[in-house]
């Protein structure tokens, strides 16, 4: 049986990080998570969501504006 390998994973943050990452609330998390809005990744461990710092920052690229983003 072949177990996986989460050392090679990307830094994993709680809600509260991701929110301060993002400059929101948990809470604000939360409703996109249930709305499923802006289709950002998360990961279900048990009760908590975990969030992958790669993707909040391919979430952050998406919703860039101007200054030549693409």
């Known amino acids: 049986m ?4 989460l050392m090679d994973c990307p830094e994993l943050l ?3 990080q991701a ?3 993002l400059g929101v609330k948990p809470q ?5 998570a249930l ?7 998360m990961i279900k461990v048990g009760r908590l969501c975990k ?6 920052d391919a979430f952050l690229k998406r919703r860039t ?3 030549g983003a693409e």
């Not at 072949?2 to 390998?5: D, G, L, S, Y």
């Not at 709305?35 to 990744?41: D, I, M, S, V, W």
Request: charged share 25%; glycine share 10%; no cysteine.
């Open 19 to 21: 929110a301060e990452y």
């Open 51 to 56: 969030y992958r710092r790669d993707d909040l």
């Open 35 to 41: 709305n499923n809005r802006y289709g950002l990744p």
């Open 65 to 67: 504006v101007g200054g």
């Open 28 to 32: 604000t998390l939360a409703i996109w």
């Open 2 to 5: 072949q177990v996986p390998i």
């Open 14 to 16: 709680t809600r509260d």
